[in-house]
């Protein structure tokens, strides 16, 4: 599964930053100039989860392997990019392509770094990106829309679509995303298939500085400028998270007790990513090695196996599962199976998150 994340925002605020400290690399050019990414960079992270070593010393696994997600570093967007300004629709397209996206916002100060407006002013930089967003959308929508009204000349079919399209496009022409839109389940169905950009799962990055880590009060204007979605604000120092890749293990615990962190900020940036995506994590486990596993919360239990093997998917027979609770609190397997935690689940099961699972098909 590639569910992938976008990373978007102004020029110059710190996206490739942030992901070549994702990916642990640098892998892509950050550089004091804006514009300075065009091609998107991607790249694949590991999920950070601090269950996989608990079983994995539970069975002696061998090896251990964590899941993983997808960043996309895209270029950045300035105003009127919808218009093709700055590296305009191109940069639309790599979002469009994206399952949800982070946005970087600016807020740490530094003369050196030059802020495309003149100025750092976060209500200013997610206002120009949401309106770039909900503009671009709004083409989308005119599009389709004159399409189904010359199609509804011969297939009046077509009446109800194009009723929804203008309802939702009144709703962005109130200024409000895609996302807030509300929708029969039916109607949803056909409002993903416009492909929205402001109808994504959004996350927001603050890239603050040393002295910013650690006051909430900064986050104030930004909230502000967010209202009901202020919920979903991620603070992280960019650049020192970056500096954190030359760095060996003992030189990255000094680091981050130096910025007052218990872990790097990019592991909340990985897990949020995670869950914006409604994305949930199973588990194998075994002498050979104890592997986590991804898929979209409320998989069943076939198509789950299908994750590991397709032959899984289509030989299975039953699931044998076990709660990562129920599994450390019994301390094995074997006793977990004693005191009757292991359950034996068939085709209709919803994998649940932290479940370790032993799947049963045939070849
Ligand atoms: N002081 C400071 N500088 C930062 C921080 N994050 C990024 N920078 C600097 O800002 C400049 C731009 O960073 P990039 O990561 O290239 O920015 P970008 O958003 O990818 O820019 P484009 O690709 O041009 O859109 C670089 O010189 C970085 O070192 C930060 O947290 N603090
Ligand atoms: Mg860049």
Redesign the pocket.
């Known amino acids: 599964m590639s569910l992938s994340i976008g990373i978007i925002?102004?020029?110059?605020?710190?996206?490739?930053?942030?992901f070549n400290a994702l990916l642990g690399k640098a892998q892509?050019?950050?550089?004091?100039?804006?514009?300075?990414?065009i091609e998107p960079n991607v790249g694949t992270v590991p999920v950070p989860d601090p269950r996989l070593d608990t079983l994995a010393k539970l069975e002696s696994s061998a090896q251990t392997t964590p899941t993983t997600i997808k960043f996309v570093?895209i270029?950045?967007l300035v105003k009127g990019a919808h218009q093709g300004q700055g590296l305009g629709n191109q940069f639309l397209s790599h979002i469009r392509e994206a399952d949800a996206i982070i946005e970087?916002v600016r807020l740490?100060a530094?003369e050196n770094?030059a802020h495309v407006t003149g100025a750092i002013s976060p209500q200013d930089d997610v206002e120009t990106i949401s309106t770039e967003l909900l503009l671009a959308d709004l083409q989308t929508l005119d599009k389709r829309l004159m399409k189904e009204e010359r199609e509804a000349k011969t297939d009046p079919k077509l009446r109800p679509k194009i009723a929804l399209c203008q309802r939702l496009k009144q709703h962005l022409d109130q200024g409000l995303s895609a996302r807030s839109f509300s929708a029969s389940d039916e109607e949803k169905h056909y409002v993903d298939e416009l492909f929205l950009l402001s109808a994504k799962p959004l996350l927001y990055v603050a890239?603050?500085?040393e002295k910013q880590l650690h006051d909430a009060s900064v986050l104030e204007p930004l909230r502000g400028a967010l209202g009901s979605e202020s919920s979903k604000i991620i603070t992280i120092?960019?650049?020192?998270e970056s500096e954190l890749i030359d760095l060996n293990a003992d030189e990255q615990t000094e680091y981050l007790t130096e910025l007052g962190l218990d872990e790097p900020g990019l592991n909340k940036v990985i897990r949020a990513g995670y869950a914006l995506l409604n994305l949930i994590t199973f588990f194998t486990t075994g002498p050979k090695e104890t592997r986590a596993w991804t898929v979209r919360e409320g998989t069943k239990a076939p198509p789950a196996a299908g994750v590991i093997h397709t032959d899984f998917q289509k030989g299975f027979i039953k699931a044998e599962v076990v709660s990562f609770t129920d599994l450390t609190s019994a301390g094995s397997m074997k006793k977990a199976t004693e005191q009757g935690k292991v359950r034996s689940e068939g085709k209709d099961y919803t994998v649940q998150d932290g479940d370790v699972i032993y799947f049963r098909f045939n070849v």
């Not at 925002?9 to 942030?18: H, Q």
């Not at 892509?28 to 990414?37: G, H, L, Q, V, Y």
């Not at 120092?237 to 020192?240: I, S, T, V």
């Open positions: 925002g102004l020029p110059n605020v710190g996206k490739s930053t942030l892509a050019a950050a550089s004091n100039f804006p514009f300075c990414t570093d270029a950045g970087v740490f530094d770094v890239n603050v500085d120092n960019a650049k020192a």
